[in-house]
């Protein structure tokens, strides 16, 4: 992927104001409709974030926790480790948390690369995170989807070799939103993993009725799970993010993170707040998925293919499109992303939401 996210903040020049960070009265916002207000100067659909979030119930626990940030977050990291590890019914050390999954990731990395070798993974898929391994030495070996824009798990067992330091399964995958069939990943990764550390990063599973691999970890010390409170969850902002895996590879890999590093105690309440709104991520879903299937009826209806997706975000063609797709999307104030694959000029959008859908939309005719 040519941009990195630090050419996309310089490329927009979005100014400060822009984003809604100021004025300072972000404390005093109640509820979920003040914010979306606020922030509709610019209609943000690139980084597949929730419009609707963080939760009511976390933008309270965020706000009282302003007043304890004099304080370090170590007892209160822990107990946020506590929960994640109760909620998913292992031990306290199987997680390792980080500053988003993208922390999680560089960590991975930099474990599996201590020793020089290659990096098995799809193309087209998420991959901010890859330059680090090929700065440390790993060679990447990208393995095409398959013609439904999936992971062609069959070609990427056979591309496993002796000197294979990681696989990386981005399941379901950005940007595509496809997702694996759970038997067919599960047959996969036992696989996989008797050869080499497997990554497979959830960061959407909670948008799907598929689940977790969060179980194989316990009893294979070759399988990591990256989670994220960025999507669903609708904490982009706060940086939460952790890993799941065999006691001792989180023992390993967390030689790899700072010991004094770690989120913030606004961060640390704001996820703890979330994992208790079940009704925030239900109407996210619902809000997400109704706003998508109209999306997706309308880039349809002028006929650009759309990949069928299980997330919040849409991978679609426009090859059939005459109009200036970018120039429109930059001259209505709308963020969208890029082409990924030039041969069918394949890109993505996030779904938010079903207003700012329509004005996307409503732009594009
Ligand atoms: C597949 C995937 N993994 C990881 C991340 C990183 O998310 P974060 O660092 O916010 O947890 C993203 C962000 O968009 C993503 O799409």
């Not at 306290?92 to 560089?106: F, H, P």
């Not at 990386?168 to 080499?196: H, W």
């Not at 895996?245 to 606004?266: E, F, L, W, Y």
Request: charge should be neutral.
């Amino acid at each position: 992927m040519g941009n990195t996210r630090r050419d996309w903040l310089r490329q927009t020049g979005l100014a400060v104001a822009g984003l809604g960070l100021l004025p300072l009265d972000g404390l005093a916002i109640p509820t979920i409709i003040k914010t979306r207000e606020n922030a509709d100067e610019i209609i943000r659909l690139r980084s597949n974030e929730n419009p609707y979030g963080p939760s009511p119930s976390a933008r309270t626990a965020m706000m009282e926790a302003v007043n304890k940030s004099n304080r370090y977050g170590w007892q209160l990291a822990s107990e946020l480790i506590t929960v994640i590890a109760k909620k998913n019914k292992l031990d306290d050390d199987n997680v390792l948390l980080g500053c988003g999954s993208t922390e999680i990731l560089d960590i991975v990395v930099r474990y599996a690369a201590k020793t020089k070798g290659s990096l098995v993974m799809a193309a087209t898929t998420f991959d901010y995170w890859t330059s680090i391994a090929e700065e440390l030495g790993l060679e990447k070996k990208s393995i095409p989807l398959t013609s439904d824009k999936k992971h062609d798990l069959k070609a990427m067992l056979k591309a496993i070799q002796p000197d294979t330091k990681l696989v990386y399964i981005c399941n379901p995958n950005n940007p595509t939103g496809t997702i694996c069939d759970t038997n067919e990943l599960i047959a996969f990764v036992n696989e996989a993993s008797k050869k080499t550390l497997v990554l497979i990063d959830e960061a959407y599973i909670d948008f799907t009725n598929e689940p977790s691999l969060i179980n194989l970890v316990v009893g294979n010390k070759n399988v990591i799970v990256a989670r994220t409170f960025s999507k669903v969850y609708g904490l982009a902002g706060a940086r939460v993010g952790y890993a799941v895996a065999n006691s001792a590879i989180i023992a390993d890999m967390s030689k790899m993170q700072s010991s004094n590093s770690g989120i913030s105690v606004v961060s640390a309440y704001g996820a703890l707040a979330s994992l208790n709104d079940t009704d925030f991520v239900k109407e996210t879903i619902a809000l997400n998925e109704a706003a998508k299937n109209y999306t997706i009826q309308q880039l349809e209806h002028l006929g650009m293919k759309c990949i069928p997706s299980v997330t919040n975000f849409v991978y679609f063609s426009l090859i059939n499109y005459k109009k200036d797709y970018f120039d429109l999307l930059s001259k209505n104030n709308i963020l969208g992303t890029r082409i990924y694959e030039e041969e069918g000029k394949w890109t993505r959008i996030t779904i938010g939401a079903m207003d700012e859908m329509k004005k996307f939309i409503k732009a594009l005719e």
